[in-house]
């Protein structure tokens, strides 16, 4: 990496504390698998556990560790077992793709999660352990759970998370604040959930859904930003 360029990055992306440089270059160079010019950010709080076969493709710059309150010391965590694969960004083609601070990403062994450009708010956790597809242009509240399996390492029935289903959140869809996405379901494009819904079965395109179980209350709506 040529000097003029590191100097445009260290003055970018505000890089000026040591530590932070030697952090952005290790998994920028050494780790991510990225398109030119695409970088992963992340806060000081943020925590790396990942496999050295686990594998994380940038399609857009990611933001991970968002914070709009600067002095929070919450902690936003990445583990990736052996492996596992992590595609960041899709078609959109918007500026960044950002993570909210206090989040938990876990992918399991063998498992594949794919975040689109999409916004995805604090204090978030996403367990995957076989496959979860978030598409582009989604928002994702705070407080929301989105889990794969049943999760457990109960050892009398299994050592690992059990009954694992694919999740499928297609493009522009709006998860409310608290909701539980569990595990086989499919949210269509143009969706809504409703703040505080556990979504246990597929929800259509283009519909309004509330409630534990999540049941659809309204068809064919839009909604935009």
């Not at 270059?25 to 698998?33: P, Q, R």
């Not at 950010?41 to 556990?49: E, T």
Request: with cysteine.
């Amino acid at each position: 990496m040529k000097i003029k360029k590191i100097i445009r990055i260290v003055q970018k992306y505000k890089l000026y504390n040591p530590f932070h440089f030697v952090r952005f270059c290790h998994y920028n160079l050494l780790v991510v698998n990225r398109n030119k010019g695409k970088y992963l950010l992340f806060s000081s709080y943020s925590i790396f556990d990942l496999h050295n076969t686990a594998t994380i493709n940038l399609s857009q710059e990611v933001d991970f560790g968002w914070c709009n309150m600067k002095k929070s010391s919450l902690e936003t965590a990445l583990c990736m077992a052996k492996n596992s694969n992590l595609q960041l960004g899709g078609g959109k083609n918007i500026k960044q793709v950002q993570i909210g601070y206090g989040s938990y990403i876990q992918v399991g062994q063998n498992a594949s999660l794919m975040i689109g450009d999409s916004f995805v708010n604090r204090e978030v956790k996403i367990i995957c352990n076989q496959s979860i597809t978030i598409g582009d242009e989604c928002i994702i509240a705070m407080g929301t759970v989105i889990r794969d399996n049943d999760g457990g390492t109960h050892r009398i029935l299994s050592d690992d998370y059990i009954n694992s289903k694919p999740i499928v959140i297609q493009d522009h869809v709006w998860i409310g604040e608290n909701v539980m996405v569990l595990k086989g379901v499919t949210i269509g494009e143009g969706a809504v959930i409703g703040a505080n819904s556990v979504v246990t079965k597929d929800i259509p395109p283009h519909c309004l859904a509330i409630g534990s179980p999540a049941k659809v209350i309204r068809e064919n709506i839009s909604w935009e930003v």
